[in-house]
């Protein structure tokens, strides 16, 4: 990294963060490197906390909400502190981005344009939610006035994946405390670092402790731990598909409450009467952002035979004109990927598509030759005549487009839903009935019409099939970190049988 070019100090350890303190870093603990991806410098080294030390902040997160302190805070109290994190994060943005390009390897224009806003506006969101929320009252029954409540569940725990850390765990911290929760969260292992100034500015916000705890480590033993704690009453996950059944199986056993949001391989579908030129450019941001490591990338564009030719050759000669570089750099496109086992599954896809018949690599494919460190990789594109290759089933997560052609309506929504994922969709046309005719069979829980990446916080957000179970976003993520409690009061004495007199 080139150091000139950021202002922070990076911490040097990354510890548990347990009712307002941060634990000391003890010697016994096991330790993991946190690892720079432009130059594979080691950066700070991660403190795991064990089953012991995850029980220790279930039991703090637990305590707080016991003593009311915040989950029996009135609306307006709770609102005041989540606009004041948002206004923290925002005078905080500067090293807290920094942070997360030296943890992500994301170019800093994309967090500070778009992640760490995106980070503050979830504390605005829900602030204003909770300000604004009713819940229904029965009077149909002249006797009984009956209506709803709804209180927090208790004991959140939050675990995030690596690709866009604060954004992410944000909506889900956010999501907890706005409703009462408290609150255990778990980073991914790779990218800590951004959360401590983060932790940091909660308590400068006036929120009490032991709300918000945080716990670091790898996911099968952390992140186990947490599935398996007692004292844990829900489990907000985010992360990849498989991680998501094993979470999911393992939650069920201490039945907590629980919402995967999980991986995709997303349809983004050009007819040839699209405006061509807004498509072209929509279905570069939509896979190239990132560093192509979103989970709603449109990884799979579908374009309709007419136009085909053209827009390959368009969206190829854009690729190589994309800026790889060092993710400091402001006018970098594509930094490096998060760590060497993601570059090696990335170059694995590259390799088969290699091989295969019913592919052809147009550009990329490799590690680019101009980056003797870091965990590079060229964006690359490939087309393919088959929608059942890896290339078009797998998630790869990585800079790395699939290109197939279609004739007519009916082959392209058969090739999008021939997919065991259903997160997002985008669909390119000026055809009204296209459009209405596409935005209904499409099985996948957003359609885009017309633009990419459009997330809609008021709306409901997650995926069909293997793309996860429930949503997040207004009224969902309330569902999720509220219990219904259903009051019933009578209006009137009625007569009440009278058991056991004679
Ligand atoms: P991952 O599943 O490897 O890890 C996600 C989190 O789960 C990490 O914090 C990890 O430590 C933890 N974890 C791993 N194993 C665990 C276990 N056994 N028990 C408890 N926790 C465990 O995912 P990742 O590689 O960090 O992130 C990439 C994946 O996330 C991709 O598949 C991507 O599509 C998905 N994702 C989905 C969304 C969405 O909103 N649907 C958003 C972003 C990313």
């Given at each position: 990294m080139d150091k000139k070019k950021t202002k922070i100090n990076t911490p040097q350890t990354v510890t548990s963060y347990i009712n307002g303190e941060w634990v000391e870093p003890k010697k016994s603990t096991h330790q993991l490197p946190i690892i720079h991806p432009?130059?594979?410098?080691e950066v700070s080294i991660l403190y795991e906390a064990d089953a012991k030390e995850v029980k220790t902040a279930a039991k703090?997160?637990?305590?707080?909400f016991e003593s009311g302190l915040w989950s029996k805070a009135s609306v307006d109290d709770r609102k005041a502190v989540l606009l004041a994190i948002r206004d923290l994060i925002l005078e905080n943005q500067e090293e807290i981005a920094e942070l997360e390009v030296m943890n992500t390897g994301v170019p800093i224009a994309q967090v500070c344009g778009r992640q760490i806003p995106r980070s503050a506006m979830n504390f605005e969101f829900f602030a204003e939610f909770i300000s604004q929320a009713s819940s229904p009252v029965f009077d149909q029954n002249p006797d009984y006035i009956t209506y709803v409540r709804r209180e927090p569940v208790g004991v959140a725990g939050l675990i995030?994946?690596?690709?866009?850390?604060?954004?992410?765990?944000?909506?889900?911290?956010?999501?907890?405390?706005?409703?009462?929760?408290?609150?255990?969260?778990?980073?991914?292992?790779?990218?800590?670092?951004?959360?401590?100034?983060?932790?940091?500015?909660?308590?400068?916000?006036?929120?009490?402790?032991?709300?918000?705890?945080?716990?670091?480590?790898?996911?099968?033993?952390?992140?186990?731990?947490?599935?398996?704690?007692?004292?844990?009453?829900?489990?907000?996950?985010?992360?990849?598909?498989?991680?998501?059944?094993?979470?999911?199986?393992?939650?069920?056993?201490?039945?907590?409450k629980t919402v995967t949001e999980l991986g995709g391989k997303s349809a983004n579908i050009i007819f040839s009467d699209a405006d061509f030129e807004r498509a072209l450019d929509a279905a570069l941001v939509a896979i190239f952002s990132n560093n192509g490591q979103q989970c709603l990338a449109g990884s799979r564009i579908l374009v309709e035979k007419p136009i085909a030719k053209e827009f390959k050759k368009r969206f190829v000669e854009r690729v190589h004109n994309l800026k790889i570089g060092d993710p400091y750099d402001k006018n970098t496109e594509i930094g490096p990927l998060i760590s060497r086992n993601q570059?090696?599954?990335?170059?694995?896809?590259?390799?088969?598509?290699e091989q295969s018949k019913n592919t052809n690599i147009l550009c990329g494919g490799k590690r680019p030759k101009a980056f003797e460190k870091g965990y590079y990789f060229e964006p690359t594109v490939v087309e393919s005549s088959d929608n059942q290759s890896a290339i078009c089933q797998e998630e790869i997560f990585g800079p790395f487009a699939t290109i197939l052609e279609f004739e007519g309506i009916e082959e392209a929504l058969q090739i999008t839903n021939d997919?065991?994922?259903?997160?997002?969709?985008?669909?390119?046309?000026?055809?009204?009935?296209?459009?209405?005719?596409?935005?209904?069979?499409?099985?996948?829980?957003?359609?885009?019409?017309?633009?990419?990446?459009?997330?809609?916080?008021r709306a409901p957000f997650g995926g069909y099939k293997n793309s996860g179970i429930g949503r997040d976003g207004g009224e969902w993520s309330r569902n999720l970190f509220t219990e219904e409690k259903t009051v019933s009061i009578p209006l009137k004495d009625f007569p009440i049988a009278k058991l056991g007199e004679r």
């Amino acid at each position: 990294m080139d150091k000139k070019k950021t202002k922070i100090n990076t911490p040097q350890t990354v510890t548990s963060y347990i009712n307002g303190e941060w634990v000391e870093p003890k010697k016994s603990t096991h330790q993991l490197p946190i690892i720079h991806p432009a130059n594979e410098a080691e950066v700070s080294i991660l403190y795991e906390a064990d089953a012991k030390e995850v029980k220790t902040a279930a039991k703090a997160a637990k305590k707080t909400f016991e003593s009311g302190l915040w989950s029996k805070a009135s609306v307006d109290d709770r609102k005041a502190v989540l606009l004041a994190i948002r206004d923290l994060i925002l005078e905080n943005q500067e090293e807290i981005a920094e942070l997360e390009v030296m943890n992500t390897g994301v170019p800093i224009a994309q967090v500070c344009g778009r992640q760490i806003p995106r980070s503050a506006m979830n504390f605005e969101f829900f602030a204003e939610f909770i300000s604004q929320a009713s819940s229904p009252v029965f009077d149909q029954n002249p006797d009984y006035i009956t209506y709803v409540r709804r209180e927090p569940v208790g004991v959140a725990g939050l675990i995030a994946p690596w690709n866009a850390p604060m954004a992410l765990a944000t909506m889900k911290v956010a999501g907890a405390i706005a409703f009462g929760n408290s609150c255990v969260l778990k980073p991914s292992e790779l990218t800590p670092l951004g959360f401590i100034p983060f932790m940091n500015l909660l308590s400068k916000a006036g929120l009490p402790d032991g709300v918000v705890n945080m716990v670091n480590g790898r996911g099968g033993v952390t992140g186990a731990a947490m599935t398996q704690e007692e004292d844990i009453d829900l489990i907000a996950f985010t992360g990849g598909t498989e991680t998501g059944r094993l979470i999911a199986s393992e939650a069920g056993k201490t039945l907590k409450k629980t919402v995967t949001e999980l991986g995709g391989k997303s349809a983004n579908i050009i007819f040839s009467d699209a405006d061509f030129e807004r498509a072209l450019d929509a279905a570069l941001v939509a896979i190239f952002s990132n560093n192509g490591q979103q989970c709603l990338a449109g990884s799979r564009i579908l374009v309709e035979k007419p136009i085909a030719k053209e827009f390959k050759k368009r969206f190829v000669e854009r690729v190589h004109n994309l800026k790889i570089g060092d993710p400091y750099d402001k006018n970098t496109e594509i930094g490096p990927l998060i760590s060497r086992n993601q570059n090696e599954r990335v170059a694995s896809f590259a390799d088969a598509a290699e091989q295969s018949k019913n592919t052809n690599i147009l550009c990329g494919g490799k590690r680019p030759k101009a980056f003797e460190k870091g965990y590079y990789f060229e964006p690359t594109v490939v087309e393919s005549s088959d929608n059942q290759s890896a290339i078009c089933q797998e998630e790869i997560f990585g800079p790395f487009a699939t290109i197939l052609e279609f004739e007519g309506i009916e082959e392209a929504l058969q090739i999008t839903n021939d997919s065991k994922f259903g997160l997002v969709s985008y669909v390119w046309s000026t055809d009204v009935r296209k459009i209405m005719k596409a935005q209904a069979d499409i099985r996948a829980g957003v359609v885009w019409v017309n633009t990419p990446l459009m997330r809609e916080l008021r709306a409901p957000f997650g995926g069909y099939k293997n793309s996860g179970i429930g949503r997040d976003g207004g009224e969902w993520s309330r569902n999720l970190f509220t219990e219904e409690k259903t009051v019933s009061i009578p209006l009137k004495d009625f007569p009440i049988a009278k058991l056991g007199e004679r």
